[in-house]
């Protein structure tokens, strides 16, 4: 099963930064370049344990529909969403957050195995794994630029 694995420091809170990681709002600005938006489920504000939430999205030059739960949540340490209805066979998504000195480390771990069998494990190499690390790097550069400045509570809003 391929896993792909990201760390990011990040010079605020954790509270605020594992917020933010739950924040449909932001996702949706951090995934612009694929016009992904939630379309079903929570659909503004923040998630938490048992929520769904639907993405539609342009992945591949196709629209495509995602549905993922939020099946584990330990704020602010831990929170992971599983897709229930989607392209892939099968994705688990861990977020992880600890306090550091100086701010927090986000680290992901992006578990998943693509349908297709073979043909599928051919895409993962020259194509999905690449793909699914780029969106997850360009999300937490979001995530940290937002933290790191006055604009955090635009995306937290009352639900903090």
Avoid at 12 to 33: G, I, K, N, R, Y
Avoid at 81 to 101: C, I, L, N, P, R
Avoid at 111 to 127: D, K, Q
Wanted: with cysteine.
């Amino acid at each position: 099963m391929p896993t792909i694995q990201t760390s990011t420091e990040i010079l605020a809170p954790v509270e605020t930064v594992f917020d933010l990681a739950c924040s449909v709002d932001l996702h949706m600005h951090s995934t612009s370049q694929t016009n992904e938006r939630a379309v079903a489920g929570v659909t503004s504000g923040l998630v938490g344990i048992g929520d769904r939430v639907t993405w539609e999205a342009t992945h591949f030059f196709v629209r495509q529909r995602l549905t993922v739960e939020v099946v584990q949540f330990d704020r602010p340490n831990h929170f992971r969403d599983s897709m229930v209805q989607g392209a892939f066979k099968h994705f688990d998504h861990d977020h992880y957050f600890e306090a550091t000195d100086s701010g927090t480390r986000m680290r992901d771990v992006f578990e998943y195995t693509s349908p297709f069998g073979f043909v599928g494990s051919v895409a993962n190499v020259l194509l999905v794994n690449r793909h699914m690390r780029k969106l997850l790097e360009t999300r937490n550069e979001v995530i940290k630029q937002v933290a790191e400045s006055q604009r955090a509570s635009s995306f937290l809003g009352p639900w903090r």
